[in-house]
């Protein structure tokens, strides 16, 4: 079966760190562009963090300086690393492939004041 996997999620402090880490099976991820998302209790989806097919990298103002994206393509896995939490970072975070389009199911972050 087609799909990607996240994991990593958990229940943390403000002020941790958690790695999340989106696996693909049966299909790559190497080498395009993949996005990881994040939607909280109530709001809409939003874009947390970009890496291109080059491995430029884009992130959300809100996230700046604290998440680093990054992939391992011999792994075919992508990776959002997340220091500095914030209880505003809790939600489901999701990762996402561009083209074709395929999603994740989500791993549930939750940081605690």
């Known amino acids: 079966q087609v799909q990607l996997v996240e994991s990593g999620g958990g229940l943390v402090q403000a002020g941790g760190s958690l790695r999340l880490s989106c696996v693909a099976s049966?299909?790559?991820?190497?080498?395009?562009?993949m996005n990881w998302y994040r939607q909280a209790p109530g709001k809409q989806r939003e874009l947390v963090a970009s890496i291109t097919s080059a491995g430029s990298t884009n992130y959300a103002d809100s996230v700046k300086g604290r998440f680093t994206i990054s992939r391992d393509n011999n792994k075919n896995t992508m990776y959002l690393q997340m220091n500095s939490l914030k209880p505003e970072d809790t939600g489901v975070y999701y990762c996402?492939?561009?083209?074709?389009?395929?999603w994740g199911q989500g791993t549930q972050v939750t940081v605690s004041s």
């Open positions: 049966r299909t790559s991820i190497n080498f395009v562009a």
């Open positions: 996402n492939r561009r083209f074709p389009e395929l």
